[in-house]
């Protein structure tokens, strides 16, 4: 029978044999995956493992500097990357959703491969490949779900790294990578995190991309977000996030007419994504976020709720 604690063993006992002294390099999101990837071959390897993570500015509101602290206090050793700008540079007067997402993974694979040349000797790539994520890259040679939006979390590096790829998850199912984080003793809230997409708040800004943009938009999912969780709704619903539109309209505040832009706030039940419904949230709480919203994020004067499930819309809007 599999059990969490077994797989950890026996995981850790097969790394340790299989690495020996070699260095490892790991690249983490902030999500599920990688943080229980980077946790087990640490356990393996302890510093030997090098894990980066990269502010592509395009993470939530405060989300790189308060992973980067969970992070460290697991002792992972782990650097830090601020790439803002390079991503805003290479993303500038870009709307079209695919070249953008084609632009934030090519300016991450640059990002880094400069930061593991930093790191001697390095002969392996750790990734946190699940299951699913094999499954999803195999169906990309022709299956519809890759072709519609291009997904980014498998093979996305580039050979001449010349790395041995190293997946200790790759059987695992996400309710089993849980389960595992679990038994790591990993931080609930980063085993309990809804999932987010690659390229992040850039495809959820409709349009192109600005600094100003993504601030913009990070106050807002970041109310939304708390609300949920204040609510208690957090972990009823499967992903939620907010889509800055490209689109003004009036509003009124105080003696003065506005004129500025609409959000639209979504949230979804699902399993694996691949359907979705949309959550029936509660009004008053509804209402309450879009208040909040309107108070208190200059630029946005109009809340919107996205009632669409997938299919035949997606979950994101790009
Ligand atoms: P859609 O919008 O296709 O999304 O219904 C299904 C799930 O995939 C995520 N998603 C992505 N994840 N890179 C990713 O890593 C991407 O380009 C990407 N596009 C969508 C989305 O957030 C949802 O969880």
Redesign the pocket.
């Known amino acids: 029978d599999w059990t969490p604690d077994a797989f950890v063993e026996t995981t850790v006992a097969d790394l340790k044999q299989k690495l020996g002294d070699d260095k490892v390099i790991l690249g983490l999101s902030g999500g599920v995956d990688s943080s229980v990837a980077a946790v087990l071959l640490h356990k393996a390897i302890g510093d030997h493992l090098h894990c980066i993570f990269v502010d592509n500015g395009l993470l939530r509101k405060d989300e790189f500097e308060q992973v980067l602290e969970s992070y460290k206090g697991m002792g992972l050793n782990v650097k830090g990357v601020d790439a803002k700008n390079k991503f805003y540079e290479a993303l500038k007067g870009e709307s079209d959703p695919e070249k953008k ?1 084609k632009i934030i993974g090519r300016v991450f694979v640059e990002v880094f491969d400069d930061e593991s040349k930093k790191v001697e000797n390095a002969k392996w790539l750790g990734q946190g490949t699940i299951y699913p994520d094999v499954i999803e890259s195999v169906s990309a040679t022709g299956g519809p779900s890759a072709t519609i ?5 498998v093979g996305g590096l580039p050979d001449y790294m010349k790395l041995q790829v190293v997946e200790p998850l790759k059987l695992l199912f996400k309710d089993e990578v849980r389960r595992v984080g679990k038994s790591l003793g990993i931080d609930p809230a980063i085993l309990g995190r809804h ?1 987010f ?3 992040g708040l850039g ?1 959820r800004i409709l349009g192109d991309i600005t600094a100003e943009k993504v601030r913009i938009l990070q106050e807002a999912d970041s109310i939304f977000i708390n609300g949920l969780k204040k609510a208690g709704l957090y972990d009823e619903v499967w ?1 939620a996030g907010v889509m800055l539109l490209p689109v003004q309209s009036v509003g009124v505040m105080g003696d003065e007419r506005t004129y500025e832009n609409a959000v639209a706030l979504r949230a979804v039940t699902s399993t694996d ?1 691949m359907t979705a419904d949309w959550c029936h949230l509660p009004y008053e709480f509804l209402a309450k976020v879009s208040n909040d919203i309107i108070n208190k994020v200059k630029g946005i004067n109009r809340v919107t709720y996205d009632i669409s499930s ?1 299919p035949p819309a ?3 809007w790009e």
Not at 149 to 153: A, E, G, P, T
């Open positions: 997402r939006k291009s997904h980014h979390n999932p997409p690659g390229p495809i992903q994504g997938k997606t979950i994101e």
